[in-house]
DNA sequence: AGCGTTGCCTAACATTTGTTTGTGTTCAGG
DNA sequence: CCTGAACACAAACAAATGTTAGGCAACGCT
């Protein structure tokens, strides 16, 4: 078996041109004979690489969520204010995403078509992503950083909102770059739109 | 034809029970055998009330859209500060969606599977509708109230992807309500999570 | 009493869905 | 040259899809 590399080009080729029609038309309406077209092959062709159309979006939505959880590990690990880590986590986390804006998009949209038990364990992970966020919001709130007039809870999903949303509209041509990205969300996130006087 | 309230109660009530079922499997997975199930019928039956599976979708989404725009004239009419046109607008949004949180679902995740032309007016009253969102904005900027260093467009569709999401995760039944809930979201976005020194 | 409307049913339809089976071809490595 | 893997195909499958046709019962209205 000479999966090291074999597999992985035309299998991840596949998983590819998968993660574009996922994004597109999203997972259920998205049919293995669209997918095949796109290739310039057979439906049934397919699974000579792949065991299922599950097994697809599968491989790309834990794919990502491991990313995210390497990105948010080395944020913890650095010593410095909250509003710098969570700066820091933000910016990581655009940065996975700007890695792979198509996974991205199908990560966050399609994996609620996961079947169990997998989607149970995805929701764990991601869970567990939100808290360790909380957790730098409330450090921060103690160590007086920042404001606590506002509901945590609130707090932390605006910004996975504003965070999870942004492979949807954003393209990687234009004229701000995926780290300048990272940086002016964070701001805007930390600092607000409005004027500092 | 006695249209007036007889169609209403229980055509409405398919379209109820159908922005449920969307806003949980999606508009794709969600089978009209599952829908007819749900209010207790065959799949059949539901073609007495409806005239296709996508009508519901548009006049979910087009109601929704209505909505929103009605919201908006509202907030352009006074005569007010940028930075205050930018909270009403929304807190005006964020009530709206409170109002359906579950057609609100429908309407951000799901009005992709509108077929032509009906996807492209939708998206031709939504980009109108950011345009407002964004002229207010720059306005803002003009005025000095705004920073001038962040790119209006990340701003911008920051702002939407947070509110967009909101029916997700709120959950109407918790701590804070709706108009809590609108206020601590537009000061988040315009003044930041840090504290004013 | 008779009428039309409303709401639901059964039966069926053509299509599309994900997937399996079995077969053929191409090509690198021993 | 032979072997086996990698890749693709055609044909078929059962199941699920949105939708139509025709009919039956109950109700409010004149």
Avoid at 92 to 116: C, P, W, Y
Avoid at 127 to 146: H, P, Q, S, W
Wanted: hydrophobic share 45%; proline share 3%; charged share 30%.
């Amino acid at each position: 078996m000479s999966e090291a590399l074999g597999n992985l080009s035309r299998k991840e080729q596949v998983i590819r041109k998968a993660a574009e029609l996922f994004k597109e038309k999203g997972y259920a309406a998205a049919s293995m004979r669209d997918l095949a077209q796109l290739l310039g092959i057979e439906a049934a062709s397919l699974y000579s690489h792949i065991k299922s159309k599950e097994e697809i979006l599968r491989s790309l939505c834990f794919d990502m969520a491991t990313e995210f959880r390497k990105s948010l590990d080395e944020v913890e690990k650095r010593n410095v204010p909250a509003s710098e880590k969570l700066r820091m986590g933000i910016i990581g986390h655009i940065q996975v995403m700007a890695k792979d804006l198509t996974a991205s998009a199908v990560f966050m949209n399609e994996h609620r078509h996961l079947s169990e038990p997998f989607l149970r364990d995805f929701l764990l992970l991601r869970i567990n992503y939100i808290n360790r966020f909380k957790k730098i919001l409330e450090d921060g709130v103690r160590a007086g950083e920042f404001k606590s007039t506002i509901d945590k809870k609130l707090a932390v999903m605006t910004l996975f909102s504003s965070l999870n949303w942004m492979p949807m509209w954003y393209d990687p041509d234009s004229a701000i770059d995926p780290s300048a990205l990272g940086y002016q969300l964070a701001d805007m996130l930390v600092n607000g739109l409005k004027k500092n006087p």
